[in-house]
């Protein structure tokens, strides 16, 4: 799998702005993304035309390549891991680059969803240092008044008006729910409410055999083609009873099973680089990384276009039910896409073709003050 990007570089032609003329330059280069080696490879011109005579799928016997583009062109391509041979020789080396294409085609990827994928993780990123969010103020200031909240479609001067929302049980959590941005960095989680929250939001509310070596069970969200896919990885920090440390929800066993011990000060810098430095969300007793296991969606949609979709859509379905159950805990929540994927990749011992890291969720005691805003309703 491989997409050519075009990138330019901008920059000033000093020459031509002290001789009166256009003073940006551009300088075009190509950029070869291949998910299997989830890195960026800049390739030059007769490099792209090569890549492009080589097919993605039926073999090219190495002579007619020699021929067709020069042994010295195949084997620079070969040594760039954007060609792949077939691993007959068995004089040659291991090729890693085999092995991880190997691994990227059996999860069934479509194409694109897996360079989308693989090329938008972050690692070490700082979102609060190294991304200036500016305030709507400064937003208004620059870029003018936002666009509108809410458009008219269709016939405005016919529009029918509806009866009042009638008040209804779960008015108390959905009107309560709000991003917690400030938390009591001392209060722990009660192993109780950490419980039904893991077990209402990613636990099986039953299962049944529905053909052979079939199981399928139900969550409390929907999920494409009834496969609930997101797994839960949790990272413990204050918690009585449970030490902090890395741990895997188990969907059926209803247990956490422990994946590393850790003292509190290597929990809290795990915290910070999880959710990218948002100092907001560090002093969360408790944080759930949700994390795709591709291959079980993709077993149904195979190189589906919708596949990719169906997991974001799977994690937010997952995310606003962990938010009402905190919020019927007495408690804010957050979810938050601005993770270093890499970061927890590595330490959950995660392959990122096979299990794609989306968000990370979690909760807690509010504090005090607000140092941070949060939007909360008003009566």
Request: net charge negative; with cysteine; charged share 20%.
């Amino acid at each position: 799998m491989l997409f050519i990007e075009p990138r330019e570089d901008l920059g000033i032609d000093w020459a031509a702005l002290f001789s009166g003329a256009g003073a940006l330059s551009a300088q075009l280069r190509w950029v070869a993304l291949a998910p299997h080696l989830d890195r960026e490879t800049t390739i030059d011109g007769a490099q792209v035309a090569a890549l492009g005579a080589i097919g993605q799928t039926a073999w090219t016997e190495r002579l007619d390549a020699d021929r067709q583009l020069g042994a010295a062109m195949v084997d620079s391509l070969l040594a760039l891991g954007l060609l792949l041979d077939d691993g007959s020789d068995p004089a040659a080396s291991a090729n890693p680059a085999r092995e991880r294409d190997a691994v990227l085609r059996a999860q069934h990827w479509r194409p694109l969803s897996a360079a989308a994928h693989m090329f938008s993780r972050w690692d070490g990123m700082l979102v609060d240092k190294g991304m200036h969010f500016p305030s709507f103020e400064e937003l208004v200031q620059s870029y003018g008044a936002p666009p509108e909240p809410a458009i008219e479609r269709g016939d405005s001067a016919h529009a029918i008006a509806l009866p009042a929302a009638q008040p209804g049980p779960l008015d108390a959590q959905l009107l309560r729910r709000y991003t917690g941005r400030n938390y009591d960095p001392d209060a722990p989680l009660p192993p109780e409410v950490l419980a039904r929250l893991l077990q209402r939001t990613f636990g099986a509310q039953f299962q049944s055999m529905v053909a052979q070596e079939a199981l399928v069970f139900k969550k409390t969200s929907p999920s494409a083609g009834g496969l609930h896919p997101t797994e839960a990885y949790v990272l413990v920090r204050r918690v009585p009873g449970i030490a902090p440390g890395l741990y895997h929800y188990h969907a059926l066993r209803h247990v956490l099973e422990p994946m590393a011990p850790l003292d509190p000060a290597a929990a809290g810098e795990l915290a910070r680089q999880f959710v990218a430095d948002q100092h907001w969300f560090v002093d969360a007793p408790v944080m759930v990384v949700m994390a795709a296991r591709v291959a079980r969606n993709f077993w149904k949609y195979r190189n589906h276009a919708k596949a990719y979709r169906a997991l974001m859509l799977d994690a937010g379905h997952l995310s606003q039910t962990f938010y009402l159950l905190a919020t019927e805990a007495g408690m804010p929540a957050f979810v938050t896409a601005a993770v270093n994927e890499k970061v927890i990749e590595r330490v959950f011992g995660l392959d990122p073709l096979s299990d794609a890291v989306v968000a990370v969720c979690g909760c807690g005691v509010a504090a005090a003050g607000q140092a941070t805003l949060e939007l909360r309703y008003e009566a």
